[in-house]
């Protein structure tokens, strides 16, 4: 199974992004979705992840009141929308999904929860 994460690019400290994440096979509808990234050096991180409903949104520190997370199941596509970004943001982004059965309302934060992983996408934010 593979997701496919775009919208990376090169930008300005302070410009905004918005990544897309979508599966080639698969629909996302019972999915919690996750971001994360790897900056080089450095381990996988946290970014922001949602419930399958949408209505449930859980950021790290790091990028809480900056960052969003959302999705359209109709289009079967999660964004996480970057605003504000600084250099510090800078790292390969991942998406990442976890099937779910209908009552389980929770977000995921974790890696190892997540079994399909999308290929990456880099953001670079120069100063």
């Known amino acids: 199974v593979q997701l496919q994460a775009s919208g990376g690019g090169l930008v300005q400290a302070g410009a905004s992004l918005r990544l897309s994440c979508i599966p080639s096979?698969?629909?996302?509808?019972?999915?919690?979705v996750g971001w994360f990234r790897q900056a080089p050096g450095k381990e996988r991180e946290f970014v922001a992840a949602i419930n399958w409903r949408g209505d449930s949104l859980y950021f790290a520190e790091s990028v809480k009141g900056r960052f969003t997370i959302s999705r359209d199941n109709a289009k079967n596509t999660i964004y996480l929308q970057m605003n504000n970004l600084k250099p510090e943001d800078t790292a390969a982004y991942y998406c990442?999904?976890?099937?779910?059965?209908?009552?389980?309302?929770?977000?995921?934060?974790?890696?190892?929860?997540?079994?399909?992983w999308g290929q990456g996408t880099q953001v670079t934010v120069s100063s």
């Open positions: 096979r698969r629909t996302f509808n019972r999915s919690a």
């Open positions: 990442a999904a976890k099937n779910v059965i209908w009552s389980n309302d929770a977000v995921y934060t974790r890696a190892n929860d997540y079994g399909y």
